[in-house]
């Protein structure tokens, strides 16, 4: 199951650009790897008050848009191409819902999670195979 986790300013986040946001980064990691993917999309939003984030050891700084998407290592290896493809498609959907200026500072993490060390449900996902 891909988790999307997305770090921005917490004045971004106004009522408007919510759903945007969520529907773009549903459909990056849908163009990539399938419709098959959409109902396992999981996308968590975090606003940082940029009183309370700090570059520098100066607080005040607004933070850039970060993305996280964490999934099984399987779903990067499926494709040669997938990180590259994840790694463009979830920045224009950053870049789409918020602005094209944010695209030049937005990060993107892709982290495949083996599946010892991966569980549902209590259960690691290598035992359940």
């Known amino acids: ?3 999307c986790t997305v770090t921005l300013a917490e004045e971004l986040l106004d009522g408007t650009v919510e759903q945007p946001l969520v529907d773009g980064l549903t459909d990056a ?3 990539v790897y399938g419709d098959w993917a959409r109902p396992l999309v999981v996308i968590a939003l975090h606003g940082v ?3 309370r984030f700090a570059v520098g ?3 005040g700084a607004a933070p850039p848009p970060d993305v996280l998407l964490h ?5 990067f290896t499926r494709m040669p191409d997938a990180a590259e493809r ?3 498609a979830l920045t224009d959907a950053v870049a789409a819902a918020l602005g094209e200026a944010t695209r030049e500072n937005t990060t993107v993490h892709l982290v495949g ?3 010892d060390r991966s569980a549902v449900g209590g259960v690691l996902v290598s035992a359940a195979a």
């Open 71 to 75: 999934s099984r290592a399987g779903l």
């Open 86 to 88: 994840l790694a463009a």
């Open 113 to 115: 999670v083996p599946d």
């Open 29 to 31: 990691v849908v163009s």
């Open 49 to 51: 008050p940029t009183a």
């Open 1 to 3: 199951m891909p988790h």
């Open 57 to 59: 050891g100066e607080l």
